[in-house]
T-cell receptor, first 115, second 117 residues
Framework: KAGVTQTPRYLIKTRGQQVTLSCSPISGHRSVSWYQQTPGQGLQFLFEYFSETQRNKGNFPGRFSGRQFSNSRSEMNVSTLELGDSALYLC??????????????FGNGTRLTVT | AQKVTQAQTEISVVEKEDVTLDCVYETRDTTYYLFWYKQPPSGELVFLIRRNSFDEQNEISGRYSWNFQKSTSSFNFTITASQVVDSAVYFCALSEALGAAGNKLTFGGGTRVLVKP
């Protein structure tokens, strides 16, 4: 079974631009979550989608948004990029329905650098 | 609010030594899940183990073992006879188990393990 696939692996953007990251979950997984990883803040939850609906959202500004398509693939978008948005963005998928507890399976991440 | 603390930021050992990673958590939930993940240099977080709050039985998987003590809110992880391939950052994480909370994980800060040959 193919794992979670994230594209692109690396991105370099300029302050003020916007960026879209893509995530293809493991086949059959309907839950997709996004996490931001930085040296200062560690791993922080961005949001989770299940069956095309945002089920949970972390404490990030509205510049961070996402969506999920009918095939469970997900995208996240960051508008008006700031230097502090430089991070490794990790996508994870899970077979979970309602409730938590199912292990998350992570992709290799997209490393975003904002200059 | 949930919180996970990994007090050790970095541990360096020589191959074949045992290493124990500490994890202390805080939650008001009576039902929850605890996890350990490994992050090698490639960046991908690899799932190692899940424990629910009602199962305090210790677990051993090969050279890995986990000690869950609800009384002290700890979920420690031991690598026995460490190998160079164990070098990675290890994360402890916590999630709620009920309701529409979905799969939100609260991670600890991670412990970097360096195993020297």
């Amino acid at each position: 079974k193919a794992g979670v696939t994230q594209t692109p692996r690396y991105l370099i953007k300029t302050r003020g631009q916007q960026v879209t990251l893509s995530c293809s979950p493991i086949s059959g997984h309907r839950s997709v979550s996004w996490y931001q990883q930085t040296p200062g803040q560690g791993l922080q939850f961005l949001f989770e989608y299940f069956s095309e609906t945002q089920r949970n959202k972390g404490n990030f500004p509205g510049r961070f948004s996402g969506r999920q398509f009918s095939n469970s693939r997900s995208e996240m978008n960051v508008s008006t990029l700031e230097l502090g948005d430089s991070a490794l963005y990790l996508c994870a998928s899970s077979s979970a329905g309602t409730g938590g507890g199912s292990p998350l399976h992570f992709g290799n991440g997209t490393r975003l650098t904002v200059t | 609010a949930q919180k996970v603390t990994q007090a050790q930021t970095e541990i360096s050992v020589v191959e074949k030594e045992d290493v124990t990673l500490d994890c202390v958590y805080e939650t008001r939930d009576t039902t929850y899940y605890l996890f350990w993940y490994k992050q090698p240099p490639s960046g991908e977080l690899v799932f190692l183990i899940r424990r629910n709050s009602f199962d305090e039985q210790n677990e051993i998987s090969g050279r890995y073992s986990w000690n869950f003590q609800k009384s002290t809110s700890s979920f420690n992880f031991t690598i026995t006879a460490s190998q160079v391939v164990d070098s990675a950052v290890y994360f402890c994480a916590l999630s709620e188990a009920l309701g529409a909370a979905g799969n939100k994980l609260t991670f600890g800060g991670g412990t970097r393990v360096l195993v020297k040959p």
